[in-house]
């Protein structure tokens, strides 16, 4: 119960929460999981700057680079921000095909992009996919942060033994 009067953020209603957040130049971004969303609090007092919703679940916290907010969902997509404002710069689909499946009764593509996003050495590098036996394998990606363009792309598949 708040007894001081103060307000409660409005993703407090929000059933769970990334583990890890981040805080850039006195903003915090946090993605909320099942509500599909991404958002900026200040980090003073938690008012909320923006909201970003996404097509499917987000299990890990957003990455920042060069001013923007870069993360992927279970629908199979990656996503970038502006960090500024939460207004989508791009969106790339890592998932090779639109195919979903119910998980804990929500759509997911088969291929959903787990996991935080890597940027180094200016480029981001992201995998899309539940494992290397399965659904045709796992997909990875090297991509230009700024603009979404693919520089390389592998699939993982197996490893297979003698027999196939």
Known sequence: MNTDDTKLSPIAVATTYTAVTIVVGGTVYVAATDSHT???LTADSGKQLWQFTAGGRIDSSP????GAILF???DGWIYCLDAA???LAWRFRAAPAERLVSVDGQL???WPVHGTVLVQNDTLYVTAG???????GIFLYALEPATGKVLHRARLQGPYGDNG
Do not use: K, P
Request: aromatic share 14%; net charge negative.
């Open 38 to 40: 991404v958002h900026a």
């Open 63 to 66: 990455t920042y680079y060069s």
């Open 72 to 74: 992927g969902s279970a």
């Open 85 to 87: 404002d939460g207004q």
């Open 108 to 110: 997911e593509s088969i």
């Open 130 to 136: 539940r494992s290397s036996f399965l659904d045709g």
